[in-house]
């Protein structure tokens, strides 16, 4: 594929592929509540918080673009007013930022409700507070991770200006190193700071020049790679990258593994193991997988679209 034309058959699987994911997940948005009083672990695999805001992630995205069909456009509405009614109208994500100052996820959360013009005012006021405090600025974390938290803050509108060139320098992919060294986890860290960097495919041309040089050459490698050994979540997530990209290089063969591997009532496995028979289980164990599979849905076909959505400034 070049010269930043999509085929027709690629467009078609991808829409595809993610409008029956987001079918699957909005059918599903029952086994996937908050907790009453719940306390936030990242390490419990059964934990809701972190999956609604991927939900509202993916579901921000399909309203952004706005080039899904009504019934889509229905259930991306439905499914994001489902996950700010569980976070009970962005109370929880206030009061977790007020009690964890030093905390990014109720930025981070926050700031795919906001891409769809969901807003909190004492949200607002308190990270416009917290923004303006060194300490914020100074929190520890991997470069990927502080990509994402510069790219939650230029969506939810804040005054700071990250220096985005030096942010980009300071990732796995800013030093272009040997690709043939690259791990699963890194796999997944390189995809997120192309997400960040250019707000979910939003702004491709701020992925610097050497990057996209880097990602042209070695993208459809690292697919054809993980789609050998049926990692269809990463597969995912690399098929949004090509998305992200000035110009997309990937061939069909990335989407057409997915699209063999997507059950017929939308569930998309996150791997080749087998899908447990229990929906609850089912929905919980490949619940991000659906997330993705919209995302790159999405993406693909409003970039081939020459969509430009309005960007958050900075």
Partial sequence: MTGGLIRADVLKTAHTIGSRALRWLHENARFGPLPTHTVVDFNDRDSAYKPLGETALATSLVLREG???????AAARALI???WEQFRDGDFLYERQVRHPL????LETYAHFVRAGI???PMDALLAHLSGLRSVHAIEMMPNRRLAVANASRVAGLTHRPDWPALAADSWLGMTPEPWVIDWMTAYHMTHAVFHITDW?????????EIADYLRAWLPVWVDVWAEVSQYDLVGELLIVDACLPEPVCDAQGWETLAAAQLPNGLLPRDADPVDEDPQRAFKDHEHTAVVAIVAGTITLARSLGNTPAPALG
């Fill in 67 to 73: 080039v899904a069909g009504p019934a889509d456009l």
């Fill in 103 to 106: 905390l990014t996820d109720p």
């Fill in 201 to 209: 495919g939003a702004r491709p041309e701020l992925l610097p020049a």
């Fill in 119 to 121: 807003r909190h005012e």
């Fill in 81 to 83: 007013e489902f996950a």
